[in-house]
């Protein structure tokens, strides 16, 4: 598997980051704080000093700010990873992708995660949110290429494995916030969805 290596961003790029920054650390600080019942648009851009202009400018919603960093920020390309030689290769590239995911939460906190994963947050719509490289659709946009190729087969669709990775996925988060950081957030991960990948894969 590749990682991708980012090329440097001009001027202009760089200025956008900054203000995508600033707002989700602003949106990060409230949830922190207040939760997510008070996270609003106008809160957000009071924290942040920036005009609601400039927040729709970046993001269509609150869920769409959230969903834009908590999903795309792990660093996993969806069109650098290799076509897999076997199935043991395809779990061991789907596994890297949500370790990842797992580190990149880490990042963000315990305290944040745990505010982020509540049935209110549309971004954690499967069936509303967009099409960005979420570690679930870099991992059947994989799966798809390894089977159009024939190096993998599948038992079940890939909607149902998408839908299957999804909730593994997050019972794993959900347990890592229960017990607040307290547990082998990484090796459960690995090993849940190690077992349920041996039963789908050949």
Not at 45 to 73: M, P, R, W
């Amino acid at each position: 598997m590749k990682v991708n290596n980012k090329q440097p961003m001009s001027r202009q790029q760089q200025k956008s980051f900054e203000t995508k920054n600033r707002i989700f650390l602003a949106a990060k600080k409230i949830l922190q704080k207040q939760g997510y019942d008070a996270l609003s648009i106008k809160n957000i851009c009071e924290e942040a000093g920036v005009s609601n202009g400039s927040f729709y400018h970046h993001f269509k919603t609150k869920d769409d700010l959230l969903s834009y960093y908590i999903e795309e920020q792990p660093t996993i390309d969806p069109g650098c990873l290799e076509l897999p030689k076997d199935a043991a290769e395809a779990k061991r590239a789907i596994i890297l992708v949500y370790l990842n995911y797992v580190a990149y939460c880490k990042e963000l906190g315990v305290v944040f995660m745990s505010n982020y994963y509540t049935p209110k947050n549309q971004a954690l719509n499967a069936v509303s949110r967009t099409k960005r490289p979420y570690p679930i659709v870099t991992v059947t946009d994989y799966l798809a290429r390894a089977i159009e190729a024939g190096t993998v087969s599948v038992t079940l669709s890939l909607e149902e494995i998408s839908t299957d990775i999804r909730m593994i996925v997050i019972g794993n988060v959900f347990e890592w916030c229960l017990r607040n950081g307290d547990t082998d957030f990484a090796g459960n991960m690995e090993r849940s969805l190690g077992k349920y990948l041996d039963s789908i894969l050949n």
